[in-house]
């Protein structure tokens, strides 16, 4: 997969700030989206995934403290740096509180904002690369080696996995007994920033099936959870 | 702020407990007197022989005198009670302003805050982008252009500041002189589109219109209507500002096409430090001071300021003015 750029949802309400803003960060190479109000954001949030947002606090509609709650609420763990004018400890802490990874004051220096912008994707990228997962897994009478992209089955048939199929199912294997989302997905396998509504993870569903599961119609590890996305279950 | 609310609760508190004591004693003092005042013409009445003669006319006078007193005792409590109500709620009135006033300022001081960091923010961000990028003429131009923007801001805000601290002050001198309220009116929308060259004000002007004013409030003034016109109104609508002539005045009137202002809302505006709706829900920033400072300076001028609701939407601000040949 070619590198990608990393994106970052800007919301801040002030024209020129932001101007300044989307300016400075697309220059560094980011993927700029830029809104200027909090229900906005939350729109937007729900429809593409980002590395990182830029969140200011005073906003019209719903101020940046909501939707930081909001986006926590929702599960969504996008690294989020919160720009305010306001800089008592209390605000900080009421910020930080609310699910901010980090809170910078304005006026603020120009390196600084790059660099925690920076050093936030860089974390979360290494954190999302880490997975608990052994590089030989098994599950029921299955073995996959992630090493060699191969997999028994119970029936003693040697699958050759692809690269794809090795990812979504370490990811679902990280993920065991918990549902993973179609976004989540998509985001983390196939690197889509925008959600389309594809077939494409069904057809991977049914193909980790056909290689593992005694009785197709009836899975007992690849589960699919109508309207939610998928769960990789040992019970 | 959590440790504040708290403090007012327990003021509120002691005021409350305070009150009812006050209350229940008055109360208790009325019961324990009378039974006092009973006794006492029981007692009386015991005392006379009933072979007296005058037994009944001397039994009549006591009866009567223990009526009289308990009359007394209840005059004198209710005017003790109505003392003491009147005190109360002057007490609670002035309390509750106070409040209000408190709560005011302190929404003031983080709108003020707000006002001033964000030119600060945008400056600085804008010069040290110049400092460490190679940008092109357009790009430069964009940026130096937008910090001047936000320099202009600063000042109106600092403006705004000292007036309003003047004017408390009493320190403002307000030196009237003819003006031309046409040319006026003109210099400040001209300097408005040089500021935000993508919004449309149209100007309906008039011929040459004198009256005795002072130049700089009167500019404050223009500038912060039409500064509150293009903040409250979407960006692809215009502002549309009219001057007439009418007998002996002038009526200068700014309107846009924002969402407008409920009747409930159309006086207090006015007032420092009020802002409509709350500091989460409110859709532009402000510091609630300009148009207290329209206000003041109109007044100033012995004019009349008011607002309409402009059709379709929007709202519309009107000042008459005293003319002079």
Same mark, same amino acid.
């Given at each position: 997969?070619?590198?990608?750029?990393?994106?970052?949802?800007?919301?801040?309400?002030?024209?020129?700030?932001?101007?300044?803003?989307?300016?400075?960060?697309?220059?560094?190479?980011?993927?700029?989206?830029?809104?200027?109000?909090?229900?906005?954001?939350?729109?937007?949030?729900?429809?593409?995934?980002?590395?990182?947002?830029?969140?200011?606090?005073?906003?019209?509609?719903?101020?940046?403290?909501?939707?930081?709650?909001?986006?926590?609420?929702?599960?969504?763990?996008?690294?989020?740096?919160?720009?305010?004018?306001?800089?008592?400890?209390?605000?900080?802490?009421?910020?930080?509180?609310?699910?901010?990874?980090?809170?910078?004051?304005?006026?603020?220096?120009?390196?600084?904002?790059?660099?925690?912008?920076?050093?936030?994707?860089?974390?979360?990228?290494?954190?999302?690369?880490?997975?608990?997962?052994?590089?030989?897994?098994?599950?029921?009478?299955?073995?996959?080696?992630?090493?060699?992209?191969?997999?028994?089955?119970?029936?003693?048939?040697?699958?050759?996995?692809?690269?794809?199929?090795?990812?979504?199912?370490?990811?679902?294997?990280?993920?065991?007994?918990?549902?993973?989302?179609?976004?989540?997905?998509?985001?983390?396998?196939?690197?889509?920033?925008?959600?389309?509504?594809?077939?494409?993870?069904?057809?991977?569903?049914?193909?980790?099936?056909?290689?593992?599961?005694?009785?197709?119609?009836?899975?007992?590890?690849?589960?699919?959870?109508?309207?939610?996305?998928?769960?990789?279950?040992?019970? | 702020?959590?440790?504040?609310?708290?403090?007012?609760?327990?003021?509120?508190?002691?005021?409350?407990?305070?009150?009812?004591?006050?209350?229940?004693?008055?109360?208790?003092?009325?019961?324990?007197?009378?039974?006092?005042?009973?006794?006492?013409?029981?007692?009386?009445?015991?005392?006379?022989?009933?072979?007296?003669?005058?037994?009944?006319?001397?039994?009549?006078?006591?009866?009567?005198?223990?009526?009289?007193?308990?009359?007394?005792? /209840?005059?004198?409590?209710?005017?003790? %009670? +109505? @003392?003491?109500? #009147?005190?109360?709620?002057?007490?609670?009135? =002035?309390?509750?302003?106070?409040?209000?006033?408190?709560?005011?300022?302190?929404?003031?001081?983080?709108?003020?805050?707000?006002?001033?960091?964000?030119?600060?923010?945008?400056?600085?961000?804008?010069?040290?982008?110049?400092?460490?990028?190679?940008?092109?003429?357009?790009?430069?131009?964009?940026?130096?252009?937008?910090?001047?923007?936000?320099?202009?801001?600063?000042?109106?805000?600092?403006?705004?500041?000292?007036?309003?601290?003047?004017?408390?002050?009493?320190?403002?001198?307000?030196?009237?002189?003819?003006?031309?309220?046409?040319?006026?009116?003109?210099?400040?929308?001209?300097?408005?589109?040089?500021?935000?060259?993508?919004?449309?004000?149209?100007?309906?002007?008039?011929?040459? /219109?004198?009256?005795?004013?002072?130049? %700089? +409030? @009167?500019?404050? #003034?223009?500038?912060?209507?039409?500064?509150? =016109?293009?903040?409250?109104?979407?960006?692809?609508?215009?502002?549309?500002?009219?001057?007439?002539?009418?007998?002996?005045?002038?009526?200068?009137?700014?309107?846009?096409?924002?969402?407008?202002?409920?009747?409930?809302?159309?006086?207090?505006?006015?007032?420092?430090?009020?802002?409509?709706?709350?500091?989460?829900?409110?859709?532009?920033?402000?510091?609630?001071?300009?148009?207290?400072?329209?206000?003041?300076?109109?007044?100033?001028?012995?004019?009349?300021?008011?607002?309409?609701?402009?059709?379709?939407?929007?709202?519309?601000?009107?000042?008459?003015?005293?003319?002079?040949?």
């Amino acid at each position: 997969m070619p590198q990608k750029k990393h994106s970052i949802l800007l919301v801040e309400d002030e024209e020129n700030l932001q101007d300044a803003l989307k300016l400075n960060l697309e220059l560094e190479g980011y993927e700029l989206t830029a809104c200027a109000d909090g229900l906005a954001a939350l729109k937007i949030l729900e429809q593409e995934h980002f590395d990182l947002m830029v969140l200011d606090v005073m906003l019209p509609e719903l101020d940046g403290i909501s939707v930081c709650e909001t986006v926590r609420l929702q599960k969504n763990d996008i690294p989020i740096l919160i720009l305010s004018a306001k800089n008592s400890s209390a605000d900080r802490v009421l910020g930080l509180k609310m699910g901010a990874d980090d809170y910078l004051t304005k006026p603020f220096n120009l390196e600084e904002l790059l660099l925690r912008v920076e050093k936030l994707i860089k974390k979360n990228d290494q954190l999302s690369l880490k997975t608990n997962v052994p590089e030989l897994f098994v599950f029921g009478k299955n073995k996959i080696d992630f090493n060699g992209l191969l997999a028994n089955n119970s029936a003693g048939q040697e699958i050759q996995l692809t690269k794809k199929e090795a990812m979504l199912l370490k990811l679902l294997i990280d993920h065991k007994n918990e549902v993973v989302t179609r976004e989540k997905i998509l985001q983390a396998v196939w690197g889509y920033n925008v959600f389309p509504t594809t077939r494409t993870i069904d057809n991977f569903i049914l193909n980790f099936r056909k290689y593992f599961e005694k009785d197709q119609k009836n899975p007992k590890y690849f589960l699919s959870i109508r309207g939610m996305g998928y769960k990789f279950s040992t019970h | 702020m959590f440790k504040k609310s708290k403090k007012i609760k327990l003021i509120f508190f002691i005021y409350w407990f305070l009150l009812l004591y006050i209350f229940s004693a008055l109360i208790w003092w009325y019961i324990a007197l009378s039974r006092q005042n009973t006794s006492m013409a029981n007692f009386k009445i015991n005392e006379i022989s009933k072979q007296d003669a005058a037994y009944s006319i001397k039994v009549w006078k006591i009866e009567d005198e223990r009526k009289r007193k308990t009359a007394q005792y /209840l005059g004198e409590g209710s005017i003790f %009670f +109505l @003392l003491i109500s #009147a005190g109360a709620i002057f007490l609670f009135r =002035a309390v509750n302003k106070q409040l209000i006033i408190s709560r005011q300022q302190q929404n003031f001081m983080v709108a003020i805050t707000h006002e001033l960091k964000t030119p600060i923010a945008v400056t600085k961000l804008n010069l040290e982008t110049l400092q460490k990028r190679q940008l092109d003429e357009a790009q430069q131009h964009k940026i130096i252009s937008n910090t001047i923007q936000e320099s202009n801001r600063m000042n109106a805000l600092c403006n705004n500041l000292l007036l309003s601290s003047q004017m408390e002050a009493g320190a403002h001198q307000y030196t009237p002189e003819r003006l031309d309220v046409n040319a006026l009116l003109q210099s400040v929308i001209s300097d408005f589109k040089n500021r935000f060259p993508n919004r449309v004000i149209q100007f309906f002007e008039n011929a040459s /219109l004198y009256l005795m004013g002072d130049v %700089f +409030l @009167l500019q404050m #003034a223009f500038n912060n209507l039409i500064d509150n =016109a293009i903040k409250y109104s979407p960006k692809d609508q215009p502002i549309v500002i009219s001057l007439e002539n009418q007998q002996n005045q002038c009526s200068i009137t700014f309107a846009d096409f924002g969402s407008g202002i409920q009747d409930a809302d159309k006086k207090k505006v006015f007032e420092k430090f009020y802002r409509i709706g709350t500091e989460a829900t409110q859709k532009a920033k402000g510091t609630g001071l300009g148009l207290y400072l329209v206000y003041r300076i109109i007044r100033a001028h012995k004019g009349k300021i008011f607002i309409t609701d402009n059709e379709p939407s929007g709202a519309k601000f009107v000042i008459q003015l005293k003319t002079v040949a």
